[in-house]
């Protein structure tokens, strides 16, 4: 009844004056809707109190397929017994559908971030705007928007222009529309195209103007090639995860490192879809912040990563939640760990390696038992 004292006071307040002053429908009807909102924002608030911050979870030590009920969904527990159920990872999508749509999206970020690093100087007072679009192979798609030094983010929608317009971005050329407001740029270099910009005025361009404009996003097509080339250099060319290479130059820099990580390696037994689950995988272990850089492709079935040993139990937690949530959407997923800790006195770099990979051998083993 306490969190009702401020409303009640509020509405015999108000009702006083009323009766004091003026009274009419017209105002009691708002006071009576304004106690109920009064009302409703401090139950709202009383809930939210009664969960703590800071929560204990409960740590399962093995994972599996046919780990817990098919039907039972993770909960957290917090200090007071109240549970909070953990949001699914695929509630808007089954795994598969999930990886390709991140499979397609990362090229795409690439570019954003890309041209955002090196985003076209705004030297000409005469361009009003400018817009990036990314082309996928086939189609253009919008970025964001560029006024001024303000940066406005685009949902991917389709360009609105004329047909022939982007048959000269397609053949590398800059097209003027007919209007002469808008310039379309194609951004290119070794008849590899990456997107355009869009630079529109309240005024008109010419066609002398032209050659100047289109000199300028030189550099930022440089930048757009070789940020391609090197992504192609350090990722696996299927899931888009850090190839095998990367893997390597990246866990000597964090053994050698002070950072106290552990070296994990997943590997999906008898699993159709183990391309799907490690695309899956590696977007919700970043997005957990379990990773900083993310999942390593070793081989078609065996997934890598680095987990500081503070998120060691919560991320054993998470990988049996992500099975179970597969299995429930009836994707059969068998996943075995192996576990290597770089704290152990006078471990070498490659004892840890060939440590990481003699528990997961073990796992397997244990697994199909």
């Known amino acids: 009844m306490k969190r009702y004292l401020i409303p009640i006071i ?10 004091w002053l003026y009274f009419s429908w017209t105002t009691f009807g708002l006071l009576l809707t304004s106690t109920l909102l009064l ?16 929560f204990e979870e409960n740590i399962p030590s093995l994972v599996s397929n046919d780990s817990g009920s098919e039907n039972s969904k993770p909960e957290i527990q917090t200090a007071n017994t109240v549970t909070i159920p953990e949001i699914p990872f695929f509630s808007e999508s089954d795994p598969v559908s999930m990886a390709k749509e991140l499979r397609n999206s990362e090229n795409r970020n690439l570019f954003s971030e890309t041209v955002k690093e090196y985003i076209l100087p705004k030297k000409n007072p005469k361009v009003s705007s400018a817009l990036y679009a990314y082309y996928d192979g086939s189609e253009f798609t919008e970025c964001f928007w560029q006024k001024g030094t303000l940066l406005i983010d685009s949902e991917s929608n389709d360009l609105d222009w004329e047909e022939y317009e982007k048959n000269r971005i397609l053949e590398l050329l800059p097209s003027l529309s007919k209007s002469g407001k808008k310039l379309y740029l194609p951004l290119s270099l070794n008849q590899n195209l990456f ?3 869009l630079l529109e005025t309240k005024e008109r361009f010419f066609e002398n103007e032209i050659n100047s404009f289109w000199e300028s996003t030189i550099v930022l097509s440089e930048k757009l090639l070789e940020k391609r080339e090197y992504h ?27 950072l ?7 590997k999906f037994i008898n699993s159709f879809h183990s391309k799907e689950f490690a695309i899956c995988l590696n977007e919700a272990v970043k997005k957990k912040g379990f990773s900083d850089i993310g999942l390593f492709q070793l081989e078609d079935h065996i997934v890598a990563g680095f987990i500081p040993n503070t998120s ?22 068998e996943l ?10 006078g471990i070498r770099f490659d004892q840890w390696i060939k440590k990481a990979y003699q528990s997961l051998e073990e796992s397997i083993l244990h697994n199909a038992a």
């Open 10 to 19: 509020f509405f015999s307040t108000g009702l006083l004056l009323q009766f």
């Open 39 to 54: 009302c409703l924002m401090m139950y709202a608030i009383s809930e939210m109190s009664t969960v703590p911050s800071q």
């Open 195 to 197: 997107g355009l910009v």
């Open 232 to 258: 192609k250099a350090i990722r696996d060319s299927k899931t888009y995860l850090f190839n095998k290479s990367h893997f390597y130059t990246t866990a000597k820099d964090r053994f050698y490192s002070h």
């Open 260 to 266: 106290h990580q552990n070296l994990i390696l997943f």
């Open 312 to 333: 060691l139990e919560k991320f054993t937690y998470f990988i049996q939640s992500f099975v179970e949530e597969l299995d429930s959407l009836d994707f059969n997923c």
């Open 336 to 345: 075995a760990l192996g576990y290597a800790s770089k704290t152990e006195p």
